[in-house]
């Protein structure tokens, strides 16, 4: 492989990533905890509570759609989303397929939106995943309304629950 391909793959870029399978400074240094929590950060810990976490994740499923085999809509409905939720957008990708249906990703600061639909059974399966001080519970009136539907199905999962522990993130 050629020098530029291994940065395509991320190989050799300065991250502060660690060897997988290791905890990583986390539990080690508490340093490193603090800067997760620095508000100064898109992408910050979150604290609510007792609880510390990466950021909340939402499996939303949008149900009797419309609109959702065109790409322009669903691209707008990422940034009308990311404006609504308070999050920094960084890119925009969408794929068309023949005959039918679109999948795509907003890369956020805070960290993303995807989807892929069938709209043949107006269906649209999205995710939500934002960390920091945005609020991704906005981006479910967004979607409804983008895809004129009031039938959505949400699950919440919130990520990196456990991994920071509140006393050390103090």
């Not at 400074?25 to 990466?54: Q, T």
């Amino acid at each position: 492989m050629k020098d530029a391909d291994l940065f395509q793959l991320g190989i050799g870029l300065e991250t502060g990533a660690h060897e997988e399978g290791s905890l990583g400074p986390i539990a080690a240094n508490s340093n490193i905890a603090c800067d997760l929590m620095d508000d100064d950060r898109d992408d910050h810990f979150i604290r609510k509570g007792d609880k510390v976490y990466a950021g909340t994740h939402l499996i939303i499923e949008v149900l009797d759609g419309h609109g959702l085999d065109d790409e322009d809509r669903i691209q707008q409905a990422f940034r009308d989303c990311v404006d609504t939720c308070g999050a920094t957008l960084l890119h925009i990708h969408t794929h068309k397929f023949s005959p039918q249906g679109v999948s795509g990703v907003a890369v956020l600061a805070e960290s993303h939106i995807s989807v892929h639909t069938w709209p043949e059974i107006g269906y649209g399966a999205f995710d939500v995943f934002m960390c920091g001080d945005a609020q991704p519970w906005k981006a479910v009136d967004v979607l409804k309304a983008a895809f004129g539907t009031d039938n959505v199905r949400v699950k919440e999962l919130l990520r990196g629950d456990g991994i920071v522990q509140a006393e050390v993130a103090a």
